[in-house]
């Protein structure tokens, strides 16, 4: 079982290693976030001043990531308010959540 497991971890690795890029990082809140209706796996995300995003290992490699979920930056959003009141930290998880959710009712739709 123990095997198995090493097994499993080092084909993730491999998966994530050739899906994403290298300063995408898994969230903190991990558990907060629906894993993918194809591959499994809960999101890696990459959040910096200009941009917000989440991907997964589906897709054909690190340029064409086959669902990739943005939100607005918060360098967007002070741009357009003029302040950071209100900015949705948590929106990348939001959108990634709804996405994912689409996805399985497309899914099931077309299954
Ligand atoms: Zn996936």
Redesign the pocket.
């Known amino acids: 079982m123990k095997f198995n497991f090493m097994v499993e971890k080092e084909l993730e690795d491999c998966r994530w290693k050739y899906m994403s890029f290298d300063w995408y990082k898994e969230p903190k809140n991990k558990n907060d976030w629906l894993a ?1 209706s ?2 499994g ?1 809960t999101p890696r995300i990459w959040e910096f001043d200009n941009g917000r995003y989440a991907n ?3 897709g054909i490699d690190v340029w064409n990531n086959k ?1 990739q979920v943005k939100a607005k930056s918060i360098m967007y959003y002070y741009r357009k308010n003029g302040n950071t009141i209100g900015y949705d930290v948590d929106e990348l998880r939001k959108n990634w959540n709804n996405y994912i959710l689409k996805l399985k009712s497309k899914i099931k739709i077309n299954g």
Do not use: A, D
């Open positions: 993918c194809e591959c796996l997964c290992v589906c669902h």
